[in-house]
């Protein structure tokens, strides 16, 4: 069961010129940053309980953030929906006609479990199911 919004990703093109934005600008808590390898992907995390903020930029200028960039510059990437079974959630939502971006979920930050559903299912916006390291 979907469980409360995890976070958004907002795709940046300078990790750390947007991590000092956050901080400085906004003054919001930084809670560090994570290299996502199977994602090719750098992010940074600031949290707005219950919620959080996600910057992600491409590891090493590859993977999709790196396409992302190249053809919208920075910008809302995606909703990331936070799931206590992850598993059950897909089987569900598969069942309901949605298309999925891979076969099954995968780790992501944190060890969390992840999964996107593409696009086309839900009016054109990318999203995330996410079952924290704790919660699998």
Do not use: W
Not at 95 to 112: E, I, V, W
């Amino acid at each position: 069961m979907i469980t409360a919004l995890d976070h958004i990703a907002i795709a940046v093109p300078d990790l750390d010129a947007s991590i000092k934005r956050f901080m400085e600008d906004f003054g919001l808590k930084f809670e560090g940053k994570e290299d996502v390898a199977s994602a090719k992907t750098s992010t940074a995390f600031f949290p707005l309980p219950p919620t959080s903020i996600e910057l992600v930029h491409p590891l090493n200028g590859e993977g999709p953030i790196a396409g992302y960039l190249e053809k919208k510059g920075g910008g809302i990437h995606h909703l990331c929906f936070r799931s206590d079974d992850i598993n059950a959630d897909v089987a569900m939502l598969k069942d309901k006609g949605y298309q999925f971006l891979s076969d099954a979920p995968s780790k992501g930050a944190h060890n969390s479990m992840v999964i996107f559903i593409h696009p086309k299912s839900c009016d054109g916006v990318l999203i995330e199911l996410n079952q924290p390291a704790e919660e699998h």
